[in-house]
């Protein structure tokens, strides 16, 4: 009799271990004691249970619920034939992010290469801007050769009038994130502007706007109202028909009284050496 009760207890345990669909066979490292699992989980034996549970004692969910077999089933989360928990991200960056099908990355163009605005429009200022100050000139060029430019075919979130500085409702254009050298632009948008002129503004502005905190004549960090501020005034002069018959000691006088640096006369010097 002894032995026949051994039998049954064995048989149980090895029923509830291997016998469920839902458990892996790696399960086997667990071999937790009946009594002891359902005295703490409470579980009845009664009679109004399934023959299947009758028989196992304890229902694979029911089973799948014990601490034991919770934490075996964490620490071994990886394996093909157990159900993989959701993982968060780290510190260290996000996970990859898609819109309409494709990576975000997907969508990153260079204006040089891949804008029409910028051989219209853009390159043609330059040249201009080139003969009243080459090392502006330069500056500017390198700014947007070190940003990288997304044109997203989306909507992007309106940024408060504490960043623009505009106290009414606009379409939000472009996004900057200077921290990261990036530039985010909401593509529709973009292709709705009148003209190559207007896309080629934009693209100076937001040259501009990566100077706007270097070379202010403040001397602490530029509030981000101010600093757009200054590249909505600045890309308006660079754009001017006074602009173009300025002589180089004009545009000096005219781009400092923007609120640039009065104190760093190399960019504005049209004698100044690019290097």
């Known amino acids: 009799m ?28 667990v071999k937790p004691n009946l009594a ?9 034996r009664v009679g109004n249970q399934s023959a299947k549970e009758t028989e196992r004692g304890l229902s694979p969910s029911e089973f799948s619920r014990i601490p034991e077999v ?6 071994n989360s990886q394996n093909e034939n157990v159900p993989h928990r959701a993982v968060e991200g780290n510190s260290n960056g996000g996970g990859g992010n898609s819109l309409g099908g494709k ?20 390159e043609p200022m330059f040249e201009l801007l080139a003969t009243k100050s080459p090392c502006l000139t330069k500056v500017y060029q390198t700014n947007i050769n070190k940003l ?8 992007l979130k309106e940024l408060s009038e504490s960043v623009t500085g505009i106290p009414f409702l606009s379409d939000q254009i472009a996004v ?9 632009i909401d593509s529709d948008l973009f292709e709705s502007l009148d003209s190559d002129l207007e896309r080629g503004k934009l693209i100076i502005h937001e040259a501009v706007l990566k100077s706007a905190s270097v070379y202010s004549n403040l001397d602490i960090a ?8 200054l590249a909505r005034k600045t890309t308006a ?19 400092r009284s923007l609120g640039w640096s009065d104190s760093d006369e190399t960019l504005i010097n049209p004698n100044c050496k690019t290097k």
């Open 148 to 155: 990288t430019w997304y044109f997203i075919p989306s909507r």
């Open 176 to 184: 900057p994130k200077m921290s990261t050298n990036e530039v985010w």
């Open 103 to 122: 990576l975000i990355e997907s969508y990153i163009k260079d204006p040089m290469f891949e804008i029409p605005a910028y051989s219209n429009v853009v």
């Open 2 to 29: 002894n032995f026949m009760n051994i039998s049954l207890t064995v048989s149980s345990v090895v029923l509830i271990v291997i016998g469920s669909p839902a458990l892996s066979a790696e399960y086997t490292n």
């Open 36 to 44: 002891t699992i359902e005295k703490k989980m409470n579980i009845p």
């Open 237 to 255: 002069l660079l754009f001017s028909n006074q602009f173009q018959e300025m002589t180089p000691e004009q545009f000096a006088l005219r781009y």
């Open 222 to 229: 530029v509030p981000p109202a101010i600093a757009t501020s």
């Open 70 to 75: 919770k934490k075996f089933k964490l620490n």
